[in-house]
């Protein structure tokens, strides 16, 4: 749960780029159950995205689908 929060604190309100729906988004934080919950820029929707399916590259501010 640590690491939970302490990635919220540090990427809370920053913007990032969603390749699968090719549009930006700023993180708003973390869910109840650990996930990351963003707020899209088009239409302001709040959407949770999970980890098994996403993947965060913090160098490059994008989050990709993971191959499955």
Not at 3 to 24: A, H, M, P
Not at 26 to 44: A, H, N, P, Q
Not at 47 to 60: G, I, K, N
Request: proline residues 0%; glycine residues 6%.
């Amino acid at each position: 749960m640590f690491l939970c929060t302490l990635f919220s604190i540090v990427y809370r309100n920053k913007d990032v780029f969603v390749d699968k729906w090719q549009e930006k988004v700023t993180i708003i934080g973390i869910d109840e159950y650990g996930f990351l919950k963003v707020r899209k820029s088009s239409t302001g929707e709040i959407v949770t995205l999970h980890t098994d399916v996403h993947s965060f590259d913090v160098r490059q501010g994008i989050i990709r689908e993971k191959a499955i």
